[in-house]
């Protein structure tokens, strides 16, 4: 039987891709696809797809970003922080803040690590545990705290063929026209979903696909 793959293309700073993470991996496992965890470059592509980052949004729509934070936080039943300490609410000044915890893991999946725990758990210590992933010690911690060894990947995150992929992800992002994150892809499939709310659509595509 071919295995099907899912791409998931996001960041690392997405409260909506941290949302995903239950359903997502419920969703993997059930129907036994492939997942590969794209992150991309965010602030660059979205300036050519039209996507729009929270920051530089008008006040309302900035407080209705928070209203439905809230609902989805209620709903799912997850903890998370609407304005976490460590989300940058204005321009950061390091750039690349967000960038480092996406480089770990996919330092991850290229050693054939299961990188989904790893990155579920920085998004998490992002936005309900009010830690700084954008520091070293702290990526470092997060993936000793879920059975990685943390230097190790640490000591990979700018290696080439890491920071090849992250570029390669970004234009594949453009190229299929990802505005936001997550998005879902399977490869060879016409459609695009984004967002945690469209996993009920992924996993419809992935049985009839499995059929």
């Not at 809230?70 to 997850?78: F, T």
């Not at 070293?136 to 911690?141: G, K, Q, S, T, W």
């Not at 705290?145 to 920071?163: Q, T």
Request: charged share 25%; net charge neutral.
């Amino acid at each position: 039987m071919t295995t099907i793959q899912l791409d998931c293309y996001y960041s690392l700073s997405s409260p909506w891709a941290y949302f995903a993470g239950p359903q997502l991996q419920d969703i993997v496992r059930r129907h036994r696809v492939k997942l590969v965890l794209k992150p991309y470059d965010f602030q660059a592509v979205v300036q050519q797809t039209g996507g729009i980052p929270i920051r530089t949004r008008p006040a309302p729509r900035r407080s209705y970003h928070a209203e439905e934070l809230a609902r989805w936080r209620d709903y799912l039943g997850m903890p998370l922080n609407v304005e976490p300490r460590h989300y940058p609410q204005s321009m950061p000044a390091d750039p690349e803040w967000n960038k480092y915890a996406g480089w770990m893991v996919i330092a991850a999946q290229q050693q054939g690590l299961d990188a989904f725990v790893l990155s579920h758990a920085l998004l998490r210590a992002l936005w309900a545990e009010e830690r700084d992933t954008s520091q070293a010690e702290v990526r470092i911690a997060v993936a000793n705290e879920n059975g990685y060894d943390g230097a190790a990947l640490h000591a990979r995150e700018r290696d080439p063929a890491v920071l090849r992929e992250y570029q390669a992800f970004s234009e594949e992002a453009v190229q299929l026209g990802v505005f936001g994150a997550p998005t879902f892809v399977i490869p060879g499939h016409p459609e695009r979903w984004w967002g945690q709310d469209r996993l009920f659509f992924v996993d419809r595509a992935l049985e009839r696909l499995r059929r």
